[in-house]
């Protein structure tokens, strides 16, 4: 009985063995197909930057960029993705003393979830979107309303690249109270290095200057118990904050009227993000001449590796660009080019949306940025940014976002906490793609096999928040003077 015991579990492990064997083969065959693998010919051909002949006789064309000598005399960072997180990586590296390249796919920079979003800056955020209660939440919502619901799952989940892997990491990541506090106390961590990297910042430079500009954030919420557990878990965490006293007069006062139950978070407010990432780019054009270069409408579409299999440039759709180190910040679309290197990352889409309106000038609204069960809200540029519901889905929409119900279930609980009569018409609404991991917690991580390849994504709805923390992190990562292992993409399975 024992020896049979035995055998059962040798083959068990051997099937699964053989099995992962497998899976990785067929990994490193992607790797393949996607890249470009150069002779040392047309290595050297690339290096001086002349043409190459390739394979099939397609021409090799190197990038402008090689040809550069400022940006060549100093160790050269590819940054792919120009959001706010590939921004701020580029300010970080290029103040550490290397040469950035930022590209990106569209015409312009932080056109995607950096463009129009709700503008909430929470370094000492303690909720993560995935939980045990929210996982169940999802599964509720797809049989009821859209409307009656901030958050919802779609059944195109399915469709979407590596959604297998991300459920398998989500089950197992946050089963329990216990796994999601040490999720919380990642997102701590972060958010506090965000903040020390603010205070340099707001020290050093002017690119903070007039940005967080609300006194206070608040959290309204609908009973007395959902009050009590935020402020016990507000508690645990040591994380200042006070019960704020109603209103007395106001748009304060109507809200307070209708959900009557308010903390006061001492550490929070709102930032362009757009305007942000403008000015972070104006900044390094002006103080770092000839090492800094923005390259955008420019698709990467795989890597060229040299005749030993290591990764010496991005092939673009304007030509190869080298580089001594890659960071990929593509948020969820960042799996499509990891994907060319042989590795799964469980990241998805969680569609969120924005709407822009202007109110009644009032104090209220000008001092505070707060939240409800339903929604966030920030005074942007004169007007209110609505941020409201999140469906986890894929990554295709061809509908109108004014239409959809994450934008209407928004604006219809704030005209019924204000008294409001603002039609969708009188709005600007935009929706976007915010990119999750399995366990809420971003990716900022050296990719396994290639060491001078990293991540830097799934931030979800706290790129703002992570920016400059995730920048400082992974310079200390790609610099050697540090490793995370609460942020590196092993933590994963099946990647």
């Known amino acids: 009985?024992?020896?049979?015991?035995?055998?059962?579990?040798?083959?068990?492990?051997?099937?699964?063995?053989?099995?992962?064997?497998?899976?990785?083969?067929?990994?490193?065959?992607?790797?393949?197909?996607?890249?470009?693998?150069?002779?040392?010919?047309?290595?050297?051909?690339?290096?001086?930057?002349?043409?190459?002949?390739?394979?099939?006789?397609?021409?090799?064309?190197?990038?402008?960029?090689?040809?550069?000598?400022?940006?060549?005399?100093?160790?050269?960072?590819?940054?792919?993705?120009?959001?706010?997180?590939?921004?701020?990586?580029?300010?970080?590296?290029?103040?550490?003393?290397?040469?950035?390249?930022?590209?990106?796919?569209?015409?312009?920079?932080?056109?995607?979830?950096?463009?129009?979003?709700?503008?909430?800056?929470?370094?000492?955020?303690?909720k993560?979107?995935?939980?045990?209660?929210?996982?169940?939440?999802?599964?509720?919502?797809?049989?009821?309303?859209?409307?009656?619901?901030?958050?919802?799952?779609?059944?195109?989940?399915?469709?979407?690249?590596?959604?297998?892997?991300?459920?398998?990491?989500?089950?197992?990541?946050?089963?329990?109270n216990s796994k999601v506090h040490s999720l919380v106390e990642h997102q701590l961590q972060m958010g506090r290095i965000n903040m020390i990297e603010m205070e340099k910042l707001q020290k050093n430079t002017n690119i903070l200057e007039g940005q967080l500009t609300c006194k206070e954030l608040l959290g309204f919420y609908d009973s007395e118990i959902s009050k009590s557990s935020m402020m016990q878990t507000l508690d645990k965490f040591n994380i200042k904050h006070s019960e704020k006293q109603k209103f007395k007069s106001g748009y304060g006062q109507l809200v307070s009227e209708k959900l009557q139950h308010c903390i006061k978070f001492d550490v929070g407010s709102n930032i362009d993000t757009r305007q942000l990432s403008e000015r972070i780019i104006d900044y390094c054009i002006d103080n770092f001449s000839g090492r800094f270069y923005i390259s955008t409408n420019t698709n990467v579409k795989g890597f060229a590796l040299d005749p030993k299999g290591q990764i010496i440039g991005a092939m673009t759709s304007q030509g190869i660009i080298l580089a001594d180190y890659f960071v990929i910040a593509g948020a969820h679309k960042t799996k499509y080019l990891t994907d060319k290197l042989g590795i799964r990352v469980p990241i998805m889409p969680v569609k969120g949306w924005a709407l822009g309106i202007r109110v009644p000038n009032d104090t209220f609204f000008k001092e505070y940025t707060f939240f409800t069960p339903q929604y966030f809200s920030t005074y942007i540029n004169n007007e209110i940014r609505l941020s409201c519901g999140a469906e986890i889905g894929s990554d295709f929409s061809k509908e109108i976002p004014s239409e959809e119900w994450g934008a209407k279930m928004g604006l219809k609980y704030f005209n019924q906490h204000f008294g409001f009569n603002i039609n969708m018409d009188d709005c600007y609404v935009r929706h976007c793609y915010r990119p999750i991991t399995p366990d809420d917690i971003p990716i900022i991580s050296q990719v396994p096999v290639f060491n001078n390849v990293f991540i830097s994504a799934g931030h979800g709805s706290k790129g703002m928040t992570y920016c400059f923390g995730s920048a400082e992190i992974l310079f200390q990562i790609l610099s050697g003077i540090k490793e995370y292992p609460e942020y590196n993409i092993n933590r994963f399975y099946l990647v």
């Open 128 to 176: 993560t979107m995935i939980n045990p209660a929210n996982m169940w939440t999802l599964i509720k919502n797809i049989f009821k309303n859209p409307e009656d619901t901030t958050l919802r799952f779609n059944m195109n989940a399915f469709f979407e690249k590596y959604f297998m892997i991300w459920s398998l990491n989500a089950l197992l990541k946050t089963t329990s």
């Open 1 to 126: 009985m024992v020896n049979q015991l035995l055998i059962y579990r040798a083959f068990i492990a051997g099937s699964l063995g053989v099995g992962y064997f497998i899976y990785r083969k067929m990994l490193s065959a992607t790797m393949v197909n996607h890249n470009l693998l150069l002779n040392q010919t047309q290595t050297n051909d690339l290096y001086n930057r002349n043409y190459a002949q390739g394979a099939n006789n397609a021409i090799i064309a190197g990038h402008n960029v090689n040809r550069q000598e400022v940006i060549n005399e100093r160790k050269k960072v590819l940054i792919i993705g120009a959001g706010i997180i590939g921004i701020a990586q580029s300010l970080k590296l290029l103040s550490e003393g290397y040469s950035v390249i930022l590209v990106d796919k569209d015409q312009d920079i932080a056109q995607q979830a950096s463009y129009y979003n709700g503008c909430v800056y929470v370094p000492e955020s303690v």
